[in-house]
């Protein structure tokens, strides 16, 4: 079922003409996730560790709080340069996909033990 | 009667997979059902407006929710999930990682389930949170872009499989070494 909504004209509740904050926030998820991956498989294979940020918590606190600074800031810089702009979709879709993919595999334990 | 119906442990523990990781997926379901059936055509009006905003801010809601969820879990419920038993201590119930670790048909609910618990949310979240500011702050292209709809919706479908993925690891571990 489709609804359909239709009631007059305007366009109200769209900040700018450009998808670029959208499609930077888009992403920037995409490069969080593979930075989750990236510092869980560098830090399982001993190149990086990863002090822990709250002791009990062990080190799963510096693991996801350093992927999410990653986040930020790939957010940060790519709001700054590309909100303005008119992106290309397909492009970022499939580049955030593809991040999204890899930094599953990198969390996926069974991963770890091939390295 | 001085029994206790449920620990403080278990209260965070319940709080942490059922008020919000719960909340987060049947907001998501409502999200997702939104993006896939509602369509705005000839125009803009106050009626799209509305639902373009009702959209947003439940997205903003599902990000809210899964925040907590991970951040409840991670510093909350995970460092008494694995805290080290005493020296020489029988009954393993307080200590469950210990105690999946004590029997060998249980080891795959920490070297797997837990691992992927401790990390995937994290990527869930970040999803959301993405989803939701394209819900805030482009509400009506969210509702009009069919190409913009559709990457909200596969990163949604994304986020709503790993929430739901985890969350069954979760049932599978507190079934065997409950926090209590």
């Known amino acids: 079922m489709n609804t359909t909504t239709n009631a007059g004209n305007g366009d109200l509740g769209t900040r700018g003409a450009t998808n670029g904050a959208a499609l930077a926030a888009i992403l920037a998820a995409g490069i969080g996730a593979f930075a989750i991956g990236l510092v869980v498989i560098v830090n399982e294979t001993g190149l990086l560790a990863v002090p822990a940020l709250y002791a009990p918590a062990g080190g799963v606190s510096g693991r996801t709080t350093l992927a999410a600074l990653i986040w930020l800031v790939a957010w940060a810089v790519l709001h700054h340069r590309w909100k303005e702009r008119q992106i290309a979709l397909r492009g970022v879709h499939t580049a955030t996909l593809t991040l999204i993919a890899l930094g599953l595999l990198f969390t996926f334990p069974p991963v770890w033990g091939l390295l | ?180």
């Open chain 2, 1 to 180: 009667m001085d029994t206790l119906l449920f620990s403080e442990r278990s209260i965070w523990t319940m709080l942490h997979g059922i008020i919000l990781g719960g909340g987060a997926l049947l907001g998501m379901s409502a999200a997702l059902y939104t993006l896939v059936t509602v369509r705005v055509t000839e125009g803009w009006g106050a009626a799209a407006e509305a639902q373009a905003r009702y959209l947003g801010w439940l997205l903003a809601g599902v990000a809210v929710l899964l925040w907590l969820t991970v951040l409840v879990g991670t510093y909350i419920s995970f460092p008494p999930y694995r805290a080290t038993p005493p020296e020489g201590i029988t009954d393993l119930a307080a200590y469950p990682r210990a105690m999946l670790h004590a029997a060998p048909g249980t080891v795959w609910l920490h070297s797997f389930a837990m691992e992927v618990k401790e990390h995937v949310p994290w990527i869930a979240a970040m999803l959301a949170t993405a989803v939701a500011f394209v819900g805030l702050r482009e509400r009506s292209r969210l509702l009009t872009d069919a190409s913009l709809r559709r990457m909200a919706v596969s990163l949604l479908v994304i986020c709503f499989t790993l929430v739901s993925f985890i969350s069954l690891l979760g049932v599978f571990i507190n079934k065997v070494a409950p926090l209590e």
